[in-house]
Protein backbone atom coordinates (compact mmCIF):
# COMPACT_ATOMS: atom_id res chain seq x y z
CA UNK A 1 0.00 0.00 0.00
CA UNK A 2 0.94 3.31 -0.97
CA UNK A 3 0.62 6.32 1.71
CA UNK A 4 0.54 9.86 0.62
CA UNK A 5 -0.45 13.22 2.45
CA UNK A 6 -1.93 15.73 0.84
CA UNK A 7 -2.25 19.58 1.51
CA UNK A 8 -6.06 20.57 0.11
CA UNK A 9 -9.66 19.91 0.40
CA UNK A 10 -11.10 16.42 0.00
CA UNK A 11 -14.00 17.20 -1.58
CA UNK A 12 -11.26 17.71 -4.84
CA UNK A 13 -9.58 14.71 -4.52
CA UNK A 14 -10.52 12.40 -7.71
CA UNK A 15 -9.93 8.44 -5.39
CA UNK A 16 -12.80 5.85 -5.85
CA UNK A 17 -13.74 6.87 -2.43
CA UNK A 18 -13.85 9.75 0.13
CA UNK A 19 -14.37 9.14 4.00
CA UNK A 20 -16.47 11.82 5.26
CA UNK A 21 -16.14 12.52 9.34
CA UNK A 22 -19.27 12.23 9.94
CA UNK A 23 -21.85 12.20 13.16
CA UNK A 24 -24.47 9.51 14.02
CA UNK A 25 -27.58 10.90 12.39
CA UNK A 26 -25.92 10.77 8.45
CA UNK A 27 -27.76 14.13 7.80
CA UNK A 28 -24.75 16.19 7.63
CA UNK A 29 -22.81 18.58 9.57
CA UNK A 30 -19.91 21.25 9.92
CA UNK A 31 -16.27 20.50 8.48
CA UNK A 32 -15.65 17.77 5.99
CA UNK A 33 -19.14 16.52 6.38
CA UNK A 34 -20.60 19.99 5.71
CA UNK A 35 -18.39 20.56 2.52
CA UNK A 36 -19.38 16.74 0.85
CA UNK A 37 -22.68 17.42 1.53
CA UNK A 38 -22.32 20.78 -0.35
CA UNK A 39 -20.55 19.62 -3.26
CA UNK A 40 -21.54 16.21 -3.34
CA UNK A 41 -25.44 17.47 -3.54
CA UNK A 42 -28.44 16.08 -2.69
CA UNK A 43 -27.88 12.55 -3.88
CA UNK A 44 -25.79 11.50 -1.09
CA UNK A 45 -28.28 13.04 1.77
CA UNK A 46 -31.34 10.96 -0.16
CA UNK A 47 -28.97 7.79 0.12
CA UNK A 48 -28.01 8.55 4.13
CA UNK A 49 -31.66 8.84 4.93
CA UNK A 50 -32.54 5.49 3.00
CA UNK A 51 -29.76 3.98 5.09
CA UNK A 52 -30.97 5.80 8.36
CA UNK A 53 -34.36 4.04 7.66
CA UNK A 54 -33.86 0.76 6.89
CA UNK A 55 -30.53 -0.01 8.75
CA UNK A 56 -30.01 2.95 11.34
CA UNK A 57 -32.76 4.21 12.77
CA UNK A 58 -30.56 4.74 16.18
CA UNK A 59 -27.60 6.43 14.33
CA UNK A 60 -24.45 4.70 13.16
CA UNK A 61 -22.51 3.65 16.14
CA UNK A 62 -18.86 5.45 16.49
CA UNK A 63 -16.61 3.62 15.24
CA UNK A 64 -18.58 1.74 11.96
CA UNK A 65 -18.50 3.47 8.18
CA UNK A 66 -21.04 3.06 5.83
CA UNK A 67 -20.70 3.82 2.16
CA UNK A 68 -23.04 5.69 -0.18
CA UNK A 69 -22.93 7.76 -3.82
CA UNK A 70 -20.56 10.24 -3.71
CA UNK A 71 -23.21 11.95 -5.83
CA UNK A 72 -21.16 15.09 -7.98
CA UNK A 73 -17.91 14.91 -6.21
CA UNK A 74 -15.38 13.40 -8.48
CA UNK A 75 -15.01 9.76 -6.78
CA UNK A 76 -17.32 6.83 -6.79
CA UNK A 77 -18.03 6.86 -2.94
CA UNK A 78 -18.57 8.60 -0.12
CA UNK A 79 -17.54 6.06 2.95
CA UNK A 80 -18.94 7.42 5.69
CA UNK A 81 -17.75 7.08 9.79
CA UNK A 82 -18.11 8.22 13.12
CA UNK A 83 -15.42 9.20 14.42
CA UNK A 84 -14.91 9.82 18.74
CA UNK A 85 -15.80 12.74 20.29
CA UNK A 86 -12.18 13.66 21.93
CA UNK A 87 -12.13 13.28 26.09
CA UNK A 88 -9.34 13.94 28.60
CA UNK A 89 -10.52 11.17 30.86
CA UNK A 90 -11.42 8.49 28.81
CA UNK A 91 -9.02 6.78 26.56
CA UNK A 92 -11.48 6.59 22.97
CA UNK A 93 -8.15 5.74 20.16
CA UNK A 94 -9.38 2.38 20.04
CA UNK A 95 -13.05 3.87 18.55
CA UNK A 96 -11.02 6.02 16.20
CA UNK A 97 -8.91 3.03 15.06
CA UNK A 98 -11.68 1.71 14.13
CA UNK A 99 -13.14 3.96 11.83
CA UNK A 100 -10.09 3.86 9.69
CA UNK A 101 -10.54 -0.18 9.89
CA UNK A 102 -14.26 -0.07 9.16
CA UNK A 103 -13.59 2.35 6.25
CA UNK A 104 -10.67 0.28 4.94
CA UNK A 105 -12.83 -3.10 5.15
CA UNK A 106 -16.08 -1.38 3.42
CA UNK A 107 -13.93 0.24 0.60
CA UNK A 108 -12.84 -3.65 -0.02
CA UNK A 109 -16.20 -4.11 -0.15
CA UNK A 110 -16.60 -1.73 -2.95
CA UNK A 111 -13.60 -2.76 -4.98
CA UNK A 112 -12.00 0.76 -4.25
CA UNK A 113 -8.27 1.08 -5.16
CA UNK A 114 -7.94 4.42 -3.68
CA UNK A 115 -9.18 6.25 -0.83
CA UNK A 116 -8.90 9.66 0.41
CA UNK A 117 -9.18 10.39 3.77
CA UNK A 118 -9.47 13.32 6.22
CA UNK A 119 -8.31 13.48 10.01
CA UNK A 120 -11.24 12.19 11.39
CA UNK A 121 -12.05 13.67 14.91
CA UNK A 122 -9.41 16.07 14.81
CA UNK A 123 -11.68 18.79 13.94
CA UNK A 124 -15.33 19.64 15.81
CA UNK A 125 -14.97 16.49 17.69
CA UNK A 126 -11.51 18.37 19.42
CA UNK A 127 -8.78 15.43 19.09
CA UNK A 128 -5.43 16.64 19.17
CA UNK A 129 -3.41 16.75 16.07
CA UNK A 130 -0.37 14.89 16.26
CA UNK A 131 -2.29 12.10 18.49
CA UNK A 132 -4.90 11.75 15.85
CA UNK A 133 -2.44 11.32 13.12
CA UNK A 134 -0.62 8.53 15.08
CA UNK A 135 -3.60 6.61 15.28
CA UNK A 136 -4.50 7.26 11.85
CA UNK A 137 -1.34 6.42 10.34
CA UNK A 138 -0.50 3.33 12.64
CA UNK A 139 -4.08 2.19 12.13
CA UNK A 140 -3.81 2.34 7.98
CA UNK A 141 -0.52 0.50 8.40
CA UNK A 142 -1.70 -2.34 9.93
CA UNK A 143 -4.76 -3.23 8.70
CA UNK A 144 -4.89 -5.99 5.58
CA UNK A 145 -6.64 -4.35 2.79
CA UNK A 146 -6.67 -4.79 -1.08
CA UNK A 147 -6.67 -0.81 -1.36
CA UNK A 148 -3.74 0.32 -2.71
CA UNK A 149 -3.54 3.88 -2.40
CA UNK A 150 -4.59 5.78 0.63
CA UNK A 151 -3.94 9.19 0.62
CA UNK A 152 -4.63 11.72 3.87
CA UNK A 153 -6.07 14.85 2.69
CA UNK A 154 -4.84 17.55 5.23
CA UNK A 155 -6.52 21.20 5.96
CA UNK A 156 -3.70 22.99 7.37
CA UNK A 157 -0.03 22.95 7.33
CA UNK A 158 0.02 21.89 10.57
CA UNK A 159 -2.28 18.61 10.00
CA UNK A 160 0.41 17.80 7.37
CA UNK A 161 3.23 18.53 9.61
CA UNK A 162 1.21 16.20 12.04
CA UNK A 163 0.82 13.86 9.46
CA UNK A 164 4.27 13.73 8.13
CA UNK A 165 6.08 13.03 11.67
CA UNK A 166 3.47 10.09 12.18
CA UNK A 167 4.37 8.65 8.74
CA UNK A 168 8.40 9.15 9.24
CA UNK A 169 8.28 8.31 12.79
N1 LIG B 1 -11.00 18.80 3.36
C1 LIG B 1 -10.10 18.22 4.17
N2 LIG B 1 -10.06 18.43 5.49
C2 LIG B 1 -11.00 19.25 6.02
C3 LIG B 1 -12.01 19.88 5.24
C4 LIG B 1 -11.99 19.63 3.85
N3 LIG B 1 -12.87 20.18 3.01
N4 LIG B 1 -12.79 20.63 6.07
C5 LIG B 1 -12.31 20.46 7.32
N5 LIG B 1 -11.22 19.65 7.30
P1 LIG B 1 -14.17 17.91 11.20
P2 LIG B 1 -14.58 15.80 13.25
C6 LIG B 1 -10.39 19.16 8.42
O1 LIG B 1 -14.62 18.94 12.16
O2 LIG B 1 -13.61 16.43 14.16
C7 LIG B 1 -19.24 17.71 11.68
O3 LIG B 1 -20.18 18.67 12.10
C8 LIG B 1 -10.48 19.88 9.72
O4 LIG B 1 -9.63 21.03 9.71
O5 LIG B 1 -14.68 17.95 9.81
O6 LIG B 1 -14.54 14.32 13.05
C9 LIG B 1 -19.81 16.29 11.66
O7 LIG B 1 -21.16 16.29 11.26
C10 LIG B 1 -10.00 18.81 10.70
O8 LIG B 1 -8.58 18.74 10.73
O9 LIG B 1 -14.54 16.40 11.74
C11 LIG B 1 -19.66 15.87 13.09
O10 LIG B 1 -20.70 16.37 13.89
C12 LIG B 1 -10.49 17.50 10.08
O11 LIG B 1 -10.82 17.84 8.73
C13 LIG B 1 -18.35 16.51 13.51
O12 LIG B 1 -18.20 17.66 12.66
C14 LIG B 1 -11.73 16.91 10.75
O13 LIG B 1 -12.58 17.96 11.21
C15 LIG B 1 -17.18 15.61 13.27
O14 LIG B 1 -16.03 16.22 13.78
Redesign the pocket.
Known sequence: MQITLVR????EQHVDAVVN???S?LL?????????HRRGGKAILDECRRLRASHYGGGLPTGRAVATTAGELPARWVIHTV?PVYSGSADRSDQLASCYRESLRVADELGAASVAF??????????P?DDAARIAVGTVRSTPTRVGDVRF????GD?LAAFEKALGG
Open positions: GDITAANSGGGGVDGAIGPAVSAGIYGWMVLFTA
